[in-house]
């Protein structure tokens, strides 16, 4: 083993089937409420806007979701997925830690997104769904949904958060190539986006609101489902693929992580490498540390409220039981674009409050330092999102230095930074800011909390 | 085999030495020639710029060159690279061949070329340089070298053409973030930029112009040797890496490719790829149809001369004999910035004339028409410079399909065009040209080359 650098599984394999951690959860997550009827939302109310499928594995309490041929196909254009050794970091920080990275950059979008988008886009199709609407922030969801749909022949309607529209044009030309349809959010074309521009005309838009948009769509038009990139439990059973094979590869290797980080904003990469490890936390086989890592401009979990919240600025979700900061809140323009969310998935949530997980936030300017570490000691360039876990994969090797321990450190390159370096030219350039997050602020979104009585 | 899709090698498999071509080629390829001495160059006069162990390679007759242990563990970050069925471009396509493509966009820098950039930092360093200079066009090689040395903790140099300077700024933050310092070419820092802008202040620069003033840094400043990504012997050695992969890989399936497709530019992916095919043809093993295919803006093989001329635009390099389009030929602004070279590699420009390869060149509109094709059907955005690959395997395929015949297809898809947005962009808005080339631009350039007598 200390020779090699890289393990790739044989493509024989790849996973066929995904992990649902809902069947070895103690209790039940609570469920999803309507408040404007005061009770729990039914899965049918949900089949305005999802397939049928998907909201069967909403709520499934199956362990083992089989992946579905079509699906598997297409995964195999780029997983499985390498794990690497970071040799050459663990160098730098003279660390007697082994340090290892899962890398989902090598998706044709550049992230792990795509592990969702396929199966999501695949599962509308075969209910009879031509059409998908969804927002985007930084553009990596929206990415991935466009490719989904150029690989199954639909027509993808992207909410582009307006600020990263006019910023970001790269990402909108990517999914144009791929086929799909761009509007800057708020648009004309949404009564809610409609109402926010008149309100505030030059507003730069937030993914609150994009989310909004795109739910109106796909409620008022014709065979149009919505598709979310994050935060829901199929979301997150689709990113076990990660976690499934990491424990495979290190099955091979004869070792066990004994750190696992990944970043949060919705939950989903850091669901998709840590839910197959927990499994073994809740069976008391492993007692893994498991570290999700948030922007200090958006700490959810850190200082958030476990609580009721809906998922968008509009309300049309139904409220669900998460750790949130508000609906309403805003967090700073930090360049981890896919990071600024108000809540955090159920699931994620739900095995914070069981003591399974642990929770950090960073500020900006130390993450885009490790990332330029990174990318010079082992050469590929992480999103500034990714740049969260390798922060604190750094920060533990250096803790095992000074302890003297020789631990293994697993953590999710969630993505590549190649469309990212405006960010990383400011960083070069001294020009980014540590934002600082006044408590009233988050008290002042937490205020408008919906109420429910279950 | 029907049913899988991507081909990648055990890791132990990766090839441990490189193949030299020289050693199976009927005759030798002509020497390098120095116009000024009136005779061939030595190999002692290229040790002003190139290491001990380079220039050894360069005239090697060895069959094999094993990799150094150095070199290849860093090519385990990225190596084996996969080997992808194109399924969904053959529906497409409706045609019966089974298509195939190597990829060598999972390089930290996008590309095949830190294949060689990695290998010539290497041993560099261990000859006691810790200076590199280099020219790049449109960033793809200055990343590679600016990613090699910061592996190897060397200073790299590099003279970006300035119109690229300007208008790809990514690419230029990404070898910054890598630890390279980068100079608009021509620059105030070298005598001949210096001439260049007093005679032509606005020039936008050419890949000639700035190889002169990297060379000349080279020959001027302590400890600094000079880099080149493509056309010499050595690097087209170190690209073989490609081509070795893929014979393993189509070994394990039981197979062997009719049909062998590369861009060419200088030649090095192209060759890379196919040399250990030629291998085979010239043992006369296989009957391979190997095709390089190049821009119709720069159509070196098509349209040059096959004489000797020089690598650069201030006739300080050698001459080499190669096909030419003369070394003052300065190319339309195709957006394949990589293949805007007036020459082609000694070694790809002898298998050519011995007839082991064909050649076709294409306008731009109908290779990014062919681009687009491929990302829309599977997934991956190609570089500009590999459209052109994809197209010629595209018409091959549509022959297939009309002399109904099971061809296997195999083409190299050098990197992928995540930095080239700009460039799809402009083909989905109907911007792009396809420029014409009159053949008296093609004979005034060839009426300075240089006189050599043998």
Known sequence: MEKSLKYILPESELPKKWYNIQADLPGEIPPPFNPAKGQPSTPEELLAIFPKDLIMQEVSRERWIEIPDEVYEIYKIWRPAPLIRARR???????PAKIFYKYEGVSPAGSHKPNTAIPQAYYNKINGINNLATETGAGQWGSSLALAGTFFDMNITVFMVKISYDQKPFRKTMMQLWGATIHPSPSEITNYGKAILKEIPDTPGSLGIAISEAIEMAVTHENTNYALGSVLNHVLLHQTI?????????????????????????GSNFAGIAFPFIQDKINKIKKTEIIAVEPFSCPTITRGKYAYDYGDTA?????????????????????????????????????????????????????????????????????????????CAIDKAIECKNKNEEKIILFNLSGHGHFDMVSYEKYMNGLLTNYELPQEAINKALEELPEVKL
Chains 1, 2 share one sequence.
């Not at 970091?89 to 660390?95: D, F, G, P, R, V």
């Not at 590869?249 to 919705?266: K, M, R, S, T, W």
């Not at 360049?335 to 969310?341: M, P, V």
């Not at 000691?377 to 969260?388: N, R």
């Open 89 to 95: 970091l663990e160098k730098a920080l003279n660390t």
């Open 242 to 266: 990660i976690g499934l094979e990491c424990k495979k590869q290190f099955e091979a290797l004869n070792i066990y992580p004994d750190i696992i980080i990944g970043c949060v904003g919705g």
């Open 315 to 391: 309300k049309m979700t139904p409220a669900i039981k998460m750790h949130t900061l508000g609906h309403s809140f805003i967090p700073a323009a930090i360049h981890a674009g896919g990071l600024r969310y108000h809540g955090m998935a159920p699931l994620v949530s739900y095995v914070k409050e069981l003591g399974l997980i642990n929770a950090v936030a960073y500020h900006q300017i130390p993450v885009f330092e490790a990332g330029a570490l990174f990318a010079k000691t082992e050469g590929i360039i992480p999103a500034p999102e990714s740049t969260h876990a390798i922060r």
